[in-house]
């Protein structure tokens, strides 16, 4: 059987941990444990914990205050010492459907070549506070993978991967990363490994006003994306950190996107090169929209 270890990060969780467990402890067909890393919950978060770890394949420590990011790359290096086949993220307050891992890793398997890397991720079901239907989101199965290593729709509590890819990932810590979820596909795709986009929800992603992130509609919280795309996704940035790690082992083919993305500014050719949509498409007005204000206000 299929050993997937999966990795949280907590924090006030309390109120919608232990549902998020049991739907963990569901999964078919794959054995599993849990890593879980507390960032410092000063509700009953802990007790929880401490008490799941008692009866399932649950471990959890305490860890210093973090962002998102560098709490799951922690967890990402302390998984490197571990030895499972597969990897996953989780968020604590999502429920999962009991084959969303036995699915993931038929996809991989499907795709495993020798000792290749390898990472799938899914849509989403987005739910209210109380696991009420809103919509499923799919993703954009025409979006290239070009397009996807300029700005991500991985969203990390859908991510599998295997241990290949954790080993890479873990040998380097940018100092910028933008998300840890982000950071694993780029990682990925610049170093010649597949990717696995299914279009599919296979959890409940629950919306409620405590989401570190979320997809929430209406007026305000598209406001809020356009915002964060504009001023908060810092892609030049991130770029200029994955060369900094990776560029010697570069495929071509993202090297030459790399270069594009961290010299545009000065550089037409290269502008134009990010402009046409036949290298960049979003396949989304809105956001084909963001990313060309991006580039003309030099903010990519």
Not at 5 to 34: P, R, W
Not at 208 to 218: C, S
């Amino acid at each position: 059987m299929d050993r997937v270890l999966i990795l949280l990060a907590t924090y006030n969780g309390k109120k919608y941990l232990q549902e998020q467990l049991d739907s963990l402890y569901a999964q078919k067909d794959v054995e599993i444990k849990i890593l879980v890393r507390d960032d410092g919950s000063t509700d009953l978060t802990q007790n929880i914990l401490e008490e799941n770890a008692k009866k399932h394949p649950l471990i959890w420590y305490q860890g210093e205050h973090k962002n998102v990011q560098d709490g799951y790359f922690e967890l990402m290096q302390k998984a490197s010492e571990m030895q499972y086949d597969y990897i996953a993220f989780c968020d604590q307050d999502d429920v999962w459907d009991n084959d969303k891992l036995s699915i993931a890793i038929k996809k991989i398997k499907e795709n495993f070549i020798n000792d290749n890397l390898v990472l799938y991720y899914s849509g989403q079901r987005l739910v209210d506070s109380n696991l009420k239907f809103i919509e499923n989101h799919k993703l954009n199965s025409r979006r290239s993978l070009k397009t996807r290593f300029v700005l991500s729709d991985f969203a990390g509590c859908t991510g599998v991967f295997n241990k290949q890819l954790l080993r890479e990932v873990v040998k380097f810590k940018p100092n910028y990363m933008l998300m840890h979820d982000t950071w694993v596909l780029r990682v990925c795709l610049c170093l010649g490994g597949k990717v696995i986009v299914d279009s599919e929800p296979r959890m409940n992603y629950r919306q409620h006003q405590n989401n570190t992130v979320g997809l929430k509609h209406g007026f305000f919280s598209t406001i809020k994306q356009v915002q964060l795309y504009m001023f908060s996704y810092q892609i030049e940035k991130l770029t200029n950190e994955l060369v900094r790690g990776y560029g010697s082992r570069m495929t071509p083919e993202y090297k030459e996107i790399c270069d594009w993305i961290c010299n545009y500014k000065t550089n037409l050719k290269y502008r134009i090169k990010l402009l046409n949509k036949r290298n960049i498409d979003f396949c989304n007005r809105g956001l084909n929209f963001t990313y060309k204000l991006k580039i003309g206000m030099n903010k990519l």
